[in-house]
């Protein structure tokens, strides 16, 4: 079955740092990922997006890397802000399977004022 | 706010009862899925509804049932519950079936006794 890992359980940057947060997946059919983030007491918001024809996307402050070749993904955080301290979950869909979202267990990230 | 509410936002019950978990998705929206989120957990993928009926199914327990109703909200029933089953229990809704561009609903909190 689809599974969908983080390399780093906590990430902690300086304000105004970049941040980066990795994932990696195993189903090479999986053709959607997204990136939510999850503030303590709230539910998964959504990020970004991005579908595998692509190997990256640009949204505001947030890219995502996509590199199918090492099924490997990314969340990068242009000058990262307080407000930007949450629980980060890649997730990803396969259409070969059930229409749904695989979630990696997630990462915290942790901004230092 | 991402249109998804559910309902009630905390749950109080003893092992062995039967709880009743209430979804509504954004407006246009036809799918409903629901996720369990255990402590420090990623999320789990429970079941998906399209427009009334099952589309997907992932890691839901027997002891647990949902349906959609004709103006599209759905229900979780959780039965004879067990301590484990204390959770976050998220909804999310989305246009299509793909699972593509799900959102959110705040969760309702589930402590078994």
């Known amino acids: 079955g689809e599974s969908v890992g983080l390399h780093l359980p906590t990430l902690s940057v300086q304000e105004g740092d970049n941040s980066i947060i990795n994932c990696a997946y195993s189903?090479?059919?999986?053709?959607?990922f997204i990136w939510y983030k999850q503030e303590s007491g709230k539910g998964p918001q959504f990020i970004i997006d991005i579908r595998s024809n692509m190997d990256k996307r640009q949204g505001q402050r947030v890219t995502v890397l996509l590199n199918k070749t090492v099924k490997h993904l990314s969340l990068q955080i242009a000058a990262t802000q307080p407000g930007d301290s949450a629980v980060y979950f890649c997730?990803?869909?396969?259409?070969?399977?059930?229409?749904?979202?695989?979630f990696g267990t997630g990462t915290r990230l942790t901004v230092i004022p | 706010d991402s249109g998804v509410t559910q309902t009630p936002k905390h749950l109080i019950t003893a092992t062995g009862q039967r709880v009743t978990l209430r979804c509504s998705p954004r407006?246009?929206?036809?799918?409903v899925y629901w996720y369990q989120q255990s402590l420090d957990q990623g999320l789990q993928f429970l079941i998906q509804?399209?427009?009334?009926?099952?589309?997907a199914k992932g890691n839901i327990l027997e002891r647990f049932s949902a349906q959609q109703f004709p103006d599209l909200h759905s229900e979780l029933n959780l039965s004879s519950l067990e301590l484990g089953d204390s959770a976050l229990y998220f909804c999310?809704?989305?246009?299509?079936?793909?699972?593509?561009?799900?959102?959110f609903g705040p969760g309702t909190r589930l402590t078994v006794t």
């Open positions: 997730a990803e869909v396969s259409q070969t399977g059930a229409n749904n979202l695989f």
């Open positions: 999310a809704s989305s246009v299509g079936a793909g699972g593509y561009e799900q959102y």
């Open positions: 189903n090479s059919a999986s053709d959607y």
């Open positions: 509804y399209y427009n009334g009926e099952e589309r």
């Open positions: 407006s246009g929206d036809l799918s």
